[in-house]
């Protein structure tokens, strides 16, 4: 049987200012990223972030970002590999330390913005993210784009790695996002997204703007929060892959179950720390 | 055989801007209280100072403060109780994430500067505070001012609750630190300082301003690392104290041996999350 | 001819985050309070505020806050004077830049948040305030609440006090605001706030809780842009005001004319720096 | 008789941290740049700052920096040319109410860390810096390296445009400075310290690392205060300067007198806003 995560990001509001409609995104996805203060979030969103996740259901994953709140943490930065180290794994212990509070369990991360795409590029940065994963010692999962330095990183430092896929964005012929400026790279019909994500999920392959089809490997599929209309589009997608016969889970990446997500059916092997 | 700590502030530079003679200070103290990057402290510095501290055999603590970096933590802020829990939280997660990268053992938390100051006075502050290490369930205690609400916090959270004194300030005999602007409040003398850190190691009591002796039952005294000859003053009273037979120690908290610093001694019994 | 001016607080988005309705607001109000970058806004956004009011013949204030962004400006900090003395000039000047480079003038400023309620109850505070913007040099008028200890302050700066009044909140026979939590505290019914609008405007008075009506001089009313329907409202309650007769336009501080907002009728007199 | 201006970087403490030896420096500088909160600086340390300037007779600049607090401004960021603008406008704006309100005059800006570098190398980097400048409309003079198209762009926008050379480092024969890794890359000793900055003074012209002498026309020579030893380095440039006949003073950027900088001997007409 098929099956898939759908990861969002969540928590992404900062003190007064709130951001996505996170509240109805939880009911369709089965992971989330939240974001641990740096580019968005803070600790009072944070929490509530996780709550909302463990009541849901949903696997909770981190979301760290480069250190410019201002620019929501999408402007690339010239910093070390130390730097980068260093920002994430305080931004993975915080969140860490609200998910232990209130008895649930990390189970994965996904940095965010250009961070993100920085992981795809550089070999020191993709390096430096997973070392931070690895350094917080309890099997977090790691999700970076498809064909992402990120996620050989990951697995040199022997931890799941999971391919991530984009069900509203078109590929090229190379593997690659087409961009965004071209005509067509970004699907808005939701059976068209439908049918991108059914591909992923059932046959590992994606159509591409020039055509022939694409082998895309994929775990879990990234859906956006900050859009009208955006949780709406999840509930739509959500329901034709289960009416496909997909199953949408978490990834099962090992580790305890009992941590009240979807994805569960853990080893009953107990974590080390 | 009279056993006492000696704590300090580390840690409390912020990117280029460094802060105390932290290097220096490592050898004479047994517990450090490390800044987590809200009043003061940065990813790096962490990092390094947790280093530093296994290196050292100092009992690594977090030290975490208000969200106000420009005021150092030193101005009282309007929060609610769970603005701060929230803030605590967060920064104890954040440097415990250092701490088992490298590692070591998160042993206590102190609050910084007027977070240190609200928990002297207020119930709903101090429970939060308390409430914040309790759920980093690892067992961390608490140093706070001897007659603080946050020790009796503490032990109602089944926290270690290690009360703090004051080896270069004097009392009043109400028990409580002399204001600074009083003649005779700060302690310049070395001398007169070993003097009244050896009573409360020994006998556990203190002068007074006015006279009588005061009553005080401390497990930790306080140095300064911000001031000129703050290092020497320190390794000075170190000495003084071991030559006069007292053992200077981190306090014994229970949990595993083998995390690097003096206070050893541990149970042997495995700390449970 | 009864006047009166109508200002809300514009500008208190942060970076990717939006806040309240600006654009609908905008055609309502004649006078602007704009966020400095403190407790919300940025350089971008107060670019465009600016050039917003200046195409709407809204006058421009700034909206000076306390440095805590995680809190909005709303939780009060123990600052020294020339703590908020220095905070506000810098926040003033940054704003008073976009101003003079897109050709218009500075007109006013109102204190946010605690702040704003700190210049009630402290007479520090309220001159540090005045003194900051007296010290801008280019005859500020201070907009704060009627009654409050900043408009004597501001007067005896020289600057023009503009007191300020609330349509949507009750007052008490002691003419304070009545504490929200009291039943009528919040005026929600349009007509009642339309009513008691015309009552300051034309009449200076307002109705109390308790029943007698108070006497009440203020120049200005206070209008907010954060709540569903605000827009609609402050449209509503502007042309209810001009439909009795009532002048609605920026209150007259002097300084030149031809600067883009309704007020206008300045003296002709250059102001000098 | 030939002329140079000296200038250096100040104020780039923040709250309880300082930096480099600003009043040391002081006595021996002809210019400073101001840090203006961003990458450095806080608004009591902005105005402290003016008020030493004011009294020791120093030109007074603003010194923007990128909002980058944890990296001191020193790390590249992508930013838009909008972003540039509108952050250096805000910049120079706050610190100009400072200067204003001590009766002084902003006389010149000069880019901090990696904005000084973006502004050699970016062609829309230069443009918005400099058109920030000029819609301060103050006639501010604009300082950068030799041959930097801020430069050319400053003088695009109707702005003095202020040559800096550096008398500390080695420039290749191309005319850029030495990378610092290169042997002889940084002049240590004082008498070859002193032969740079005389050459670039007196006959607009400096050594290279290759051999040949490079022509290199510049108004100013850049100090670093944050090195051991640096107002003493200072002190000895600045006398040996004057002693070899040069006269050590800010540029005449025109303007008004009597703003209490040595390089006075302005034109006497009052600059328009």
Redesign the interface.
């Known amino acids: 049987m098929a099956s898939i995560d759908l990861n969002a990001d969540l928590g992404e509001?900062?003190?007064?200012?709130?951001?996505g409609q996170d509240e109805a995104l939880m009911r369709s996805i089965t992971s989330a990223n939240i974001a641990c203060?740096w580019h968005?979030g803070?600790?009072?969103t944070?929490?509530a972030s996780v709550l909302g996740c463990l009541k849901a259901g949903v696997a909770i994953g981190a979301h760290p970002g480069l250190?410019?709140?201002?620019?929501?943490g999408?402007?690339?930065?010239?910093?070390s590999p130390?730097?980068i180290y260093?920002?994430v794994?305080?931004?993975?212990?915080?969140?860490?330390?609200?998910v232990?509070?209130s008895g649930g369990r990390l189970r994965h991360m996904k940095p965010h913005g250009?961070l993100y795409h920085m992981c795809n590029q550089s070999e020191a940065a993709a390096e430096a993210v997973a070392r931070?994963a690895a350094?917080?010692?309890c099997g977090l999962a790691v999700f970076a784009q498809a064909g992402s330095l990120l996620l050989e990183a990951a697995a040199r430092h022997g931890l799941p790695a999971v391919a991530e896929a984009f069900a509203d964005r078109a590929y090229t012929a190379s593997g690659k996002l087409a961009e965004r400026s071209l005509p067509g790279a970004v699907l808005h019909d939701p059976d068209a997204v439908l049918a991108q994500a059914l591909g992923i999920a059932s046959r590992g392959e994606a159509g591409t703007l020039e055509g022939p089809v694409l082998s895309l490997s994929a775990a879990t599929i990234c859906l956006h929060g900050d859009r009208p209309g955006a949780a709406e589009a999840a509930m739509l997608l959500r329901r034709g892959l289960e009416e496909a016969g997909v199953r949408v889970a978490a990834p099962d990446i090992g580790g305890p179950a009992g941590d009240g997500h979807d994805g569960g059916g853990g080893t009953g092997k107990r974590h080390e720390?």
Do not use: C, N, T, V
Request: proline share 4%; glycine share 12%; charged share 30%.
């Open positions: 509001g900062y003190g007064a200012w709130s951001f203060g968005a803070d600790p009072a944070m929490r250190p410019d709140r201002l620019g929501f999408r402007r690339e930065m010239a910093l130390d730097e260093d920002g794994l305080y931004q993975l212990g915080a969140l860490e330390a609200f232990r509070a250009a931070a350094d917080l010692r720390r």
